[in-house]
């Protein structure tokens, strides 16, 4: 009977730290980036973490236009989920599939594009790529982002 008793707490907690979401240090993804390119202003803030939380901002600005996206990574009990607004629409939720020193996946299949977003650090700068699929074709579209804000490009206004 003790080793019965015994057994069942064992399961239990072990069961309860494979439910508990890993800590993850996503503070590298923290700070103020920038990419200018061909007119192309790519602008992009992350706050925290704090509280299991970052909250992040995107403004896109090209030709006279503008467009942004609203982004939230938060953590919860299943683990962490990448939250993206774009324009303001209802937020679409895209779960934590892989993470690494530096590097975090993102997925959500039933999106068609993107279907999965990645951020990864090399050295000082910031990369981030979007996949899936658009009109039944593989797309892929990938961002570098150094170190600044919009102010830093020799084009900014």
């Keep these: 009977m003790r080793k019965l008793a015994l057994m069942l707490v064992s399961m239990t907690v072990a069961a309860s730290a494979a439910r508990a979401a890993p800590a993850l240090d996503l503070s590298w993804l923290a700070g103020d980036w920038r990419r200018c390119k061909d007119g192309e202003i790519v602008e992009e803030r992350w706050l925290g973490p704090r509280g299991d939380m970052l ?3 995107n403004l896109t600005s090209s030709k006279g236009k503008a467009s942004f996206e609203n982004l939230r990574l938060a953590r919860s009990d299943d683990g962490w989920t990448y939250w993206a607004s774009p324009m303001g629409r209802t937020p679409v939720p895209f779960r934590m599939i892989e993470s690494g020193t530096r ?11 993107p279907a999965r977003i990645v951020y990864w650090r090399e ?3 910031l990369l981030a790529r979007i996949e899936g699929t658009i009109k039944d074709k593989p797309a892929a579209i990938e961002w570098r982002f150094a170190k600044g804000t919009a102010a830093d490009c020799p084009q900014a206004p």
Excluded: K
């Design 123 to 125: 050295g000082d700068e």
């Design 103 to 113: 590097r975090a996946v993102f997925a959500n299949p039933e999106h068609g594009f």
């Design 55 to 57: 909250i992040g901002a």
